[in-house]
C-alpha cells in the first residue's frame, strides 16, 4: 500500500530564506507527482507536476525534483515571501490496475514565512 | 479562481437531515472526483468518475452518495451522517484520469451536529 510522508511537519522561515520541503513514498511505482498549495480552509492549487519519467520541474522561485528509485521528491523554494506562507501537499499518482492515477497524498508541510 | 466550483461553501447539518454537495467544472475536463479531508489527516479519495461513469469507490460509507450526472456536474447526496462525517470535502477535476494534474475546487465546510 502506497503511503507519502511529508517532513517536516511545520517549518517557520524568516523572509527571504531558501527552503526545501521534503516527501517521501514507499512504493517507487508511481505515473507521477504533484505538489499543491493550500491556504487555510481553501481548496488545493497545483504547483508543479512532475512525470515519472521526468527528474524535475520549475515555475518561478518554485522547483521539484524527483527521485523515484529512491521514492524521494523535493520542492524548493527561493527568496521565500510572507505570501508563501500556506500548507505544501504532496500527492503520487498510482500506477496500477484500476487504481491508475488515483493520488496518495501526504499529511503537508505548514509552511511561515516571517517578514 | 479556479474553474472548479463548489456550493454550498459551508453546511452545517443534523444527523437526521439530507443534503447534496455539488460541484461544477468549467475546464472541459472528463474525470471527477470527491475527496474528504479531515483534521491531521491527508486527504483521501472518496470517488472517481470517468466520462460520467463511477471507476472507483474507496469503501465509502453508504450514506454518502455520489451521482455524475454529465462529466461537468458532479453531486454528493448525504444522509444519516455521523459527526465524524464532519470535515472539508473537495471537488476535482482532471481532463482525464491518467496523465494530466487535477484541478481542485475551495471545498465544502460540512459540519455535522
Known amino acids: 500500500k502506497q503511503e507519502v510522508t511529508q517532513i517536516p511537519a511545520a517549518l517557520s522561515v524568516p523572509e527571504g530564506e531558501n527552503l526545501v520541503l521534503n516527501c517521501s513514498f514507499t512504493?517507487?511505482?508511481?505515473?507521477?507527482l504533484q505538489w499543491f498549495r493550500q491556504d487555510p480552509g481553501k481548496g488545493l492549487t497545483s504547483l508543479l507536476l512532475?512525470?515519472?519519467?521526468?527528474r524535475e520541474q520549475t515555475s518561478g522561485r518554485l522547483n521539484a525534483s524527483l527521485d523515484k528509485s529512491s521514492g524521494r521528491s523535493t520542492l524548493y523554494i527561493a527568496a521565500s515571501q510572507p505570501g508563501d506562507s500556506a500548507t505544501y501537499l504532496c500527492?503520487?499518482?498510482?500506477?496500477?490496475?484500476?487504481?491508475?492515477?488515483?493520488?496518495?497524498f501526504g499529511k503537508g508541510t505548514k509552511l511561515s514565512v516571517k517578514p | 479562481e479556479t474553474g472548479v466550483t463548489q456550493t454550498p461553501r459551508h453546511l452545517v447539518m443534523g444527523m437526521t437531515n439530507k443534503k447534496s454537495l455539488k460541484c461544477e467544472q468549467h475546464?472541459?475536463?472528463?474525470?471527477m472526483y470527491w475527496y474528504k479531508q479531515s483534521a491531521k489527516k491527508p486527504l483521501e479519495l472518496m470517488f472517481v468518475y470517468n466520462f460520467k461513469e463511477q471507476t472507483e469507490n474507496n469503501s465509502v460509507p453508504s450514506r454518502f452518495s455520489p451521482e455524475c450526472p454529465n462529466s461537468s456536474h458532479l453531486f454528493l447526496h448525504l444522509h444519516t451522517l455521523q459527526p465524524e462525517d464532519s470535515a472539508l470535502y473537495l471537488c476535482?477535476?482532471?481532463?482525464?484520469?491518467?496523465?494530466?494534474?487535477?484541478?481542485f475546487g475551495p471545498g465544502t465546510r460540512l459540519t455535522v451536529l
Open positions: 475546464l472541459g475536463h472528463n474525470a
Open positions: 500527492a503520487v499518482a498510482l500506477n496500477y490496475g484500476g487504481s491508475q492515477g488515483n493520488l496518495i
Open positions: 512504493d517507487s511505482a508511481i505515473y507521477n
Open positions: 512532475i512525470q515519472s519519467s521526468q
Open positions: 476535482a477535476s482532471s481532463q482525464d484520469t491518467l496523465t494530466r494534474g487535477q484541478f
